[in-house]
C-alpha cells in the first residue's frame, strides 16, 4: 500500500498529482418527488497501473458515479458538484465539449450486459470501428483493421470473420470481449467496467476478469471496476471502497477490505457471500432490511437502521454522520464505533463466522 | 430470403384466396336469407317472370354456389361474356365482374377510381410521415418542455377531430372564406386529372391530403415520440455516448434508426389501408375514389362492385404486409427469414 492510497480521502495535496482524484462529488437529480442523492459526496484517488473495486449493493449509486466521472450525466437535469481530476484536468467544471472527446478516448466504460449495450442493428466490427474513428483520423479501412486487431487481442477466434457478425450472433463472453475491445480501441488510461461479469456465466466471468487484468499489465491503464460481486473485488482490484447509500464508507487497501474490515456492513457484505472453503452454520446471514430510499436517507450514519451495533456505549447514530476518518492503521472508515472496538468486534464476533 | 418471398407470396396468394370465398359467400347469402335476386339488379322490378328466370339462366345465377364462383376466379384470369340473350358484354382480364348500375365492368370502374385514391393516399401519407415523425422526434428530445407540451396537445386534438370536421373547417377557410384567403378555390369540387392540369390537381389535393394526414401526423407523432423516448433509454444509446459520439450523430445513427422500425410497420398497413379507399375524406371533398365507390355500391346494393373493392383492397394489405416484413429484415439484422 503505498501512502497515496491510505491517506487517500480529503488529503490537501494538489489533486493534479495523481491521475484520477475524485473530490467530494455528488451527484443529485431533482425529481417530482423530491431531490434524489444518487452519490452524496465520495473521494478517491487512483494511479495508472491500478485497479479500484467499487462495491455495495443495488441502488447505492455505484454506477451513477461511474457515469459523472465519463461527464454522461452532462446535459441532463442532475446536480453535479465536487471535482474529477483526469491527468491536471476538472472534469466536472470543464466543458462539455472537452470532456466527449476525453471520453470513449483516455477514459472509457465497459457496461454491464454487453448484449443491450452494443447496438443491434450494426456489426461488432463497425461500431468498434465507428469508435476508433471518432478520436482517430483514420481512413474506414484502416480503422476496420485496428477492428479485427482489437477482436484478435481480447481473444475472439476468427477475428476478421467475425467482426462481420452482428451482437446477436456472439456468446454473451464474447461479446463482452468485444466490449472490451471496443472500450480499448483508443489505448485509453482509465477503463471503468460497471459490473462487466454481472450477466456472464461464472466461467466466462473468470476469463472476463484475467483478460482485464492482462490487459492491464500489458497497457498500464487505470481501471475502476463497480461490482456487488465481491469475488470480483478480491481477484482483480487493489484498493476497495465500499459505498452505503450515495457514500463511501469504508475505504482500503483490498487486503484490508477483506481480511480486517471494520465497518459493520462491510462485514454483512462478507457475511453474506457464499463459500465453498469454510465450514459454518447451514445459513447465510443476510444484512437484514433493505438499502435505504436515495430520497429519504436515514439521519446519522446511513446504515444506522440495519446496524446491529447501534448505539452502542451512547454513541450518536442516529444524530450525527460519521465522517470517513482514517486509523492509525491506515483504515478509511466513516463509522462512530471507536477503531478499537470495531477491531476487537471483528474479531471477536464476526471472524469466526467468515 | 428469396425463398421467404416466395413462401410468404403463396401464402398470400391462400390468403386472397379465402377472401374472395368469403366476399362471394357474403354475395351469395343475402339472396338465400332474404331472397335479393341479383337478378333483378338487371331486369328491374316489372319483369316477367319468364323474363327473370331467362335473364337469370343467361348469366348462370340459377347455379349453384360453387359453380358460381368458380366461374367468378375463372372470369378474373381469362375474361367473361355477359350475355342477356340478346346483346352480349365482354368483361376482359382482370373481369373481377359487371355492374348493371354503372354499365361497366367492375375492374374499368376501378381502374377509373383508383388514381384519385392514389393521389390522395400518396400525398397525404408523404406528409403525415414527414410530419408526424419530425414533431415525434422534437417531441422526445425536448420532453417535458413547452414544445413538447404544445406539438401532444396539438396531437391530441388531431386523433380526436375527424376528417369530416377539420376537412369542412378547411373548405370553410380556404375555399369558401374571405377572398384573400381563397387559396385552394376548387377544392371540394371533385378530382382534377394530374396528366391534364397539374396545378389544377395539386391545388384540388392539398386541403384533402392536409385534413386527412393531420389525423394520421397525429398518431404518427405519438407514436415515433414513445418510441424514440424508449429507444433514447437503451443501453446501447448510453454506449455511444460513452464512445464520445457527438450528441447529434447518437441521435441521427443510432436512435433514429431504432426508433423508427415500428413506424414502418404502421406505415406500411396504414398506406395500404388507404389505397382501399378514404371514405371519409372522399365524401367530405367530393372525390370519386375508391372509398365512394364502395359506399355507393353499398347503398345500391351493387353487389360485384362490393366484391371487387373488397378484394382489391385486401390485396393491397396482404402485399404491404409482406413488403413490411421484407423491410424489417433489412433495416434489422436479428430479423433473418428462411
Not at chain 1, 497501473?49 to 455495495?56: E, H, N, S
Not at chain 2, 367468378?72 to 375474361?79: D, H, L, N, P
Not at chain 2, 369530416?164 to 375555399?175: D, E, P, S, V
Not at chain 2, 386527412?212 to 414513445?226: G, Q, V
Request: proline share 5%; with cysteine.
Amino acid at each position: 500500500m503505498s501512502a497515496v492510497y491510505t491517506s487517500a480521502v480529503g488529503t490537501p495535496a494538489s489533486p493534479r498529482d495523481t491521475f484520477l482524484d475524485v473530490r467530494d462529488l455528488r451527484v443529485h437529480f431533482p425529481t417530482e418527488d423530491g431531490l434524489v442523492r444518487a452519490v452524496d459526496g465520495i473521494s478517491f484517488k487512483l494511479t495508472k497501473g491500478r485497479t479500484l473495486g467499487i462495491v455495495g449493493e443495488s441502488g447505492c449509486g455505484k454506477s451513477v458515479t461511474s457515469q459523472a466521472i465519463l461527464g454522461l450525466h452532462k446535459g441532463t437535469r442532475a446536480k453535479i458538484s465536487g471535482e474529477v481530476w483526469l491527468d491536471g484536468t476538472d472534469l466536472v467544471a470543464a466543458d462539455a465539449e472537452d470532456v466527449r472527446l476525453l471520453r470513449g478516448n483516455k477514459m472509457s466504460m465497459i457496461f454491464q450486459d454487453p448484449l443491450s449495450a452494443l447496438h443491434p442493428f450494426f456489426s461488432i466490427g463497425a461500431q468498434i470501428v465507428e469508435a476508433y474513428r471518432i478520436h482517430n483520423d483514420a481512413s474506414k479501412k484502416v480503422a476496420w483493421t485496428r477492428a479485427v486487431e482489437m477482436l484478435d487481442r481480447v481473444g475472439i477466434p476468427n477475428p476478421a470473420d467475425r467482426a462481420r457478425d452482428y451482437p446477436h450472433q456472439f456468446s454473451g463472453g464474447m461479446r463482452q470481449r468485444a466490449m472490451i475491445a471496443m472500450a480499448l480501441v483508443n489505448d485509453p488510461q482509465l477503463l471503468i467496467a460497471d459490473e462487466p461479469t454481472t450477466a456472464l456465466d461464472v466461467t466466462v466471468q473468470a476469463q472476463i476478469i484475467e483478460l482485464m487484468s492482462d490487459l492491464q499489465k500489458e497497457f498500464g491503464s487505470a481501471i475502476i471496476i463497480i461490482t456487488h460481486d465481491l469475488g470480483v473485488v478480491a481477484e482483480i482490484a487493489d484498493d476497495v471502497m465500499v459505498m452505503y447509500a450515495g457514500r463511501g464508507i469504508e475505504y482500503s487497501g483490498a487486503d484490508d477490505v477483506f481480511y480486517r474490515p471494520e465497518h459493520p456492513y462491510t462485514w454483512g457484505l462478507l457475511n453474506s457471500v457464499t463459500r465453498l472453503d469454510r465450514v459454518r452454520e447451514d445459513r447465510l446471514r443476510p444484512i437484514p432490511g433493505s438499502p435505504p430510499s436515495l430520497l429519504n436517507v436515514p439521519s446519522g450514519c446511513a446504515f444506522n437502521p440495519r446496524c446491529q451495533y447501534r448505539g452502542q456505549g451512547g454513541i450518536p447514530c442516529t444524530t450525527e454522520r460519521p465522517e470517513l476518518v482514517t486509523t492509525a492503521s491506515g483504515h478509511t472508515v466513516a463509522c462512530h464505533l471507536s477503531a478499537e472496538d470495531r477491531r476487537a468486534t471483528f474479531l471477536g464476533d464476526i471472524k469466526p463466522s467468515l | 430470403m428469396i425463398r421467404y418471398i416466395i413462401r410468404r407470396l403463396l401464402g398470400a396468394l391462400l390468403v386472397v384466396f379465402v377472401i374472395s370465398l368469403a366476399t362471394f359467400a357474403i354475395y351469395f347469402l343475402p339472396q338465400l336469407v332474404t331472397g335479393a335476386d341479383p337478378t333483378y339488379a338487371y331486369v328491374g322490378r316489372h319483369a316477367s317472370p319468364a323474363q327473370v328466370e331467362a335473364v337469370r339462366h343467361s348469366f348462370g345465377l340459377d347455379q349453384n354456389f360453387f359453380v358460381q364462383y368458380f366461374n367468378y376466379i375463372k372470369a378474373i384470369f381469362f375474361g367473361r361474356d355477359f350475355s342477356d340473350g340478346v346483346s352480349t358484354e365482354h368483361c376482359s382480364f382482370p373481369c373481377l365482374g359487371y355492374s348493371f348500375q354503372y354499365q361497366q365492368s367492375v375492374s374499368s370502374l376501378i381502374a377509373d377510381r383508383f388514381p384519385v385514391t392514389l393521389s390522395l393516399a400518396i400525398g397525404a401519407s408523404i406528409l403525415w410521415l414527414v410530419g408526424g415523425v419530425l414533431v415525434g422526434i422534437l417531441s422526445a428530445l425536448k420532453r417535458g418542455t413547452w414544445i413538447d407540451r404544445t406539438a401532444m396537445i396539438i396531437a391530441l386534438a388531431g386523433v380526436s377531430l375527424p376528417v369530416y370536421f377539420t376537412g369542412l373547417l378547411l373548405l370553410f377557410i380556404f375555399t369558401y372564406g374571405p377572398t384573400w384567403l381563397r387559396l385552394f378555390p376548387n377544392a371540394g369540387q371533385g378530382y382534377v386529372s394530374f396528366s391534364e392540369d397539374p396545378t389544377g390537381w395539386f391545388s384540388a389535393l392539398v386541403l384533402p391530403w392536409v385534413s386527412l394526414a393531420f389525423l394520421f401526423a397525429a398518431l404518427y407523432a405519438r407514436l415515433t415520440r414513445a418510441s424514440m423516448l424508449e429507444t433514447m433509454g437503451e443501453d446501447y444509446i448510453r454506449t455511444a455516448r460513452a464512445k464520445g459520439l457527438p450528441g447529434r450523430i447518437v441521435i441521427r445513427k443510432h436512435a433514429l434508426r431504432a426508433a423508427l422500425t415500428p413506424i414502418v410497420t404502421i406505415f406500411g398497413l396504414d398506406l395500404a389501408g388507404l389505397l382501399g379507399g378514404a371514405v371519409l375524406t372522399e365524401f367530405t371533398f367530393s372525390l370519386q375514389g375508391l372509398g365512394k365507390l364502395s359506399i355507393d355500391a353499398i347503398n345500391k346494393q351493387d353487389l360485384p362492385v362490393i366484391m371487387g373493392v373488397v378484394l382489391i383492397g385486401a390485396v393491397f394489405l396482404v402485399l404491404a404486409n409482406i413488403v413490411v416484413d421484407v423491410l424489417y429484415a433489412v433495416i434489422d439484422p436479428r430479423v433473418r427469414y428462411t
